[in-house]
């Protein structure tokens, strides 16, 4: 009887350390694939900024609260609408200069526009405003339902100060087959993503949290994308108003 106790037991204590082995492994494979996530979210960022003239105008960059980067959104049923992909959300610090840790984020549903076929499409969103900003930390947005989405201008010479664009909560943005373009997001869900948040700081942690800094330090797998926003805006300009908008004060 003592022996098969001692068995049972034994065995038990070698379950548990299989079981705490396996989870630490599964713990460690998700930190890794966040980690991967965000050097794709760099690389789209740096492709995108490092050609001014078909990318997101600096004087609109400057502007935004926040950004959120897609990188490698799933097209499956992509004719339809269907999308799916995972993400960041990073805001302005509360100092005025540089941006927070990254949230993660889930986008669902919606369409990405003109983009038809099988390989995946990136999205890039600016989020103009603190109503913007407080919309999107919550647990799940809906885009357009709460404050207006339109798509963003191409371009450095693109006008950023079109009513179109002052008026506009988020601006959004899609590049896929090599071509960038300003898309309408309107219907698509965004979710703050739990998982990936735990993964990437190691315990629970909320998207408001993270980014009114309450909870974590900027990890260093996130300094490169942080870095790099930080370098095209490091600090948030002024939203100048439109010529015609000053005439019409007056």
């Known amino acids: 009887m003592r022996v098969s106790t001692l068995l049972c037991g034994g065995v038990a204590v070698l379950l548990l350390g299989a079981c705490a082995t396996a ?16 050097t794709s979210a760099t690389a789209v960022f740096q492709e995108i900024m490092s050609t001014p003239d078909k990318g997101i105008p600096e004087d609109l960059l400057k502007k935004a609260q926040c950004v959120v980067i897609i990188p490698g959104a799933k097209k499956g049923a992509f004719i339809f609408g269907a999308t799916y992909g995972q993400g960041f959300i990073t805001c302005r610090a509360s100092s005025g200069e540089g941006w927070t840790p990254p949230g993660n984020v889930r986008v669902e549903g919606g369409s990405f526009g003109f983009q038809i076929g099988g390989e995946e499409t990136d999205a ?19 885009l357009g339902a709460s404050g207006s989405v339109a798509a963003g201008p191409v371009g450095r010479t693109a006008s950023a100060n079109t009513d179109a664009y002052m008026n506009a909560e988020i601006l959004t943005w899609s590049r896929a087959r090599g071509v960038f373009a300003g898309i309408s997001l309107n219907g698509a869900t965004l ?5 990936n948040n735990r993964a990437l700081y190691g315990k629970a942690v909320t998207n408001k949290e993270i980014v009114e800094g309450q909870a974590v330090e900027r ?7 942080l870095d790099e926003l930080s370098k095209y805006s490091p600090e948030k300009g002024m939203m100048e108003k ?9």
């Open 23 to 38: 989870y630490a492994a599964d713990e460690e494979k998700a930190a890794a694939k966040v980690s991967e996530r965000l």
């Open 242 to 250: 439109p010529a015609n908008a000053e005439e019409e004060e007056e």
């Open 124 to 142: 890039v969103m600016l989020v103009m405003n603190k109503s913007g900003e407080e919309h999107l930390l919550s647990s799940q947005f809906k």
């Open 191 to 195: 979710r703050q993503d739990l998982d």
């Open 219 to 225: 990890p260093a797998t996130a300094a490169p994308l």
